[in-house]
């Protein structure tokens, strides 16, 4: 099992708070979100790690002191979507592998991936069927399969929000990496990596894994992250 995790945008909606930071470096229980969530892949014996930078990169890189992984950089951070990082990472991509990809500003607890790795399915995307109003990234799905996506679904429509973690099994990795090579020499530079799975639904169903009932926040707005901060104190008392 490898992991890539995407760790190159700006997060300019929180950017003010941050002080120049990526999103993935603000503190949890005293340390980086970033390098929890190394500890936390360590603990379940994952150790293939690979992460795209961009956007400030050495507050990453210092936060990563002392873990081995492989690192790759969008230098396009600014004009292109994950689309573009994961095709900077694509030799990190081994069809002899099953991969984890992870948005690198996503705080989960350890159940929630312990629930991806003990499901078959792929490519299989991680959602929440509790998150309906407030959902970002919303998915519509019937029987486990994703049937709608994006942004724009109204409530009745959605089922509920993508958590921005998805599972890619070694059978997939080809048709994966051939279809990233199509959008990005269509230009399609302003795509997330998600959308080669997306835009081909109908060739490859994607499979939905409902995780409600397991914590996990997105770093997008300040309000994130006090979300974060306090399931950690009544978690710790």
């Known amino acids: 099992m490898r992991v890539l995790l995407m760790a190159a945008g700006i997060g300019s909606r929180i950017s003010r708070h941050l002080s120049g930071q990526p999103k993935c470096c603000v503190y949890i229980k005293n340390k980086p979100l970033i390098r929890y969530t190394f500890e936390l892949l360590n603990k379940l014996d994952i150790k293939d790690i690979g992460i795209v930078t961009g956007y400030a990169q050495n507050y990453i890189l210092k936060a990563l002191d002392g873990f081995k992984f492989t690192h790759f950089k969008n230098n396009f951070y600014d004009i292109t979507n994950s689309i573009a990082s994961a095709y900077f990472a694509k030799d990190f991509l081994d069809e002899n592998d099953d991969l984890i990809l992870m948005n690198a500003d ?132």
Do not use: M
Not at 108 to 132: C, M, Q, V, W, Y
Not at 157 to 185: H, M, P, R, W
Not at 189 to 198: M, R
């Open 106 to 237: 996503v705080f989960i607890e350890k159940k929630g991936l312990e629930i991806l790795l003990n499901s078959d399915e792929s490519p299989l995307f991680l959602a929440d069927s509790t998150r309906i109003k407030e959902a970002d990234y919303k998915f519509a799905w019937q029987d486990g399969k994703l049937t709608k996506y994006g942004k724009e679904l109204n409530e009745d429509e959605t089922s509920g929000e993508y958590v921005g973690i998805a599972k890619i099994s070694k059978k997939d990795i080809c048709f994966f990496k051939q279809n990233l090579d199509k959008l990005i020499s269509e230009q399609k530079h302003g795509y997330w990596w998600e959308d080669v799975f997306y835009r081909n639904i109908n060739k490859k169903p994607v499979f939905i894994k409902d995780i409600k009932g397991v914590f996990w926040a997105e770093v997008d707005y300040i309000e994130d992250y006090e979300r974060i901060q306090n399931y950690l104190k009544d978690k710790n008392g």
